[in-house]
């Protein structure tokens, strides 16, 4: 574990864990972003997704996924019939990493880098040991490496529901949710709105969200 653990308190719930979060100073992040963006959803939800970080809206408003990104991923989670007790939104990183437009007060989203994104683990971590949960969807690049490691690539395993992957079991490199939970990914929404075809690649992301919501039953 990375000394940004010690900001993690051992056995919080996630109400404690999200109080917590406000004050961590894990990294840099906190320096020009509103606030922490900590994971919301059901405390019994057994799909957990996983995005990249918070993006402006959400560094705001104080919640995940609540931008233009997150409606289409609402939009979708409905399309297949996820429901909200059944589900917890999170991200690999909890501040807003932006570098300022040259003119203007437009804050241009920035991809967190790898110390950022360990970093910041170990509040994902506590969000899995609370949730245990039996899916967990990585949305997109920066979450699917934050839990499978920095060789992972969506493009070549998304909507592909898979063990989570023991013979690459390395704690130092990968956030685990442990037990018995399956990990798939798919593209991040902002990817779906930033398409040539649109629809098409929506179509796509709800296809895989489809294979979750099924396995769910
Ligand atoms: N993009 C993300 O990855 N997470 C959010 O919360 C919002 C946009
Ligand atoms: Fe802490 Fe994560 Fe924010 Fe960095 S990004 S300060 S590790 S909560």
């Not at 019994?44 to 931008?67: L, N, Y």
């Amino acid at each position: 574990m990375s000394d940004m653990a010690s900001f993690v308190p051992a056995g919080a719930d996630l109400d404690e864990l999200r109080a917590e979060a406000r004050s961590c100073r894990g990294c840099d992040l906190f320096r020009d972003a509103t606030q922490t963006v900590f994971g919301k959803g059901s405390s019994r939800a057994r799909v957990v997704m996983v995005g990249e970080q918070p993006g402006d809206v959400e560094d705001r408003r104080g919640e995940p996924f609540v931008g233009p990104a997150g409606v289409l991923l609402r939009r979708a989670v409905t399309d297949v019939g996820l429901k909200p007790k059944d589900l917890y939104i999170t991200n690999a990183v909890k501040h807003f990493k932006f570098r300022q437009a040259a003119t203007g007060k437009r804050r241009i989203h920035q991809t967190p880098d790898r110390v950022e994104i360990v970093a910041c683990r170990p509040w994902l971590l506590a969000e899995f040991a609370q949730l245990a949960p039996n899916f967990v969807v990585a949305l997109g690049a920066t979450a699917g490496q934050a839990l499978l490691g920095p060789s992972f690539r969506v493009t070549k395993s998304r909507g592909v529901l898979m063990p989570w992957p023991e013979s690459a079991y390395h704690p130092e490199d990968y956030a685990q949710p442990g037990g018995a939970a399956q990990v798939m990914a798919t593209l991040h929404p902002s990817a779906i709105l930033r398409a040539d075809d649109r629809d098409a690649a929506y179509a796509g992301f709800v296809k895989d969200l489809k294979v979750v919501a099924d396995a769910l039953g």
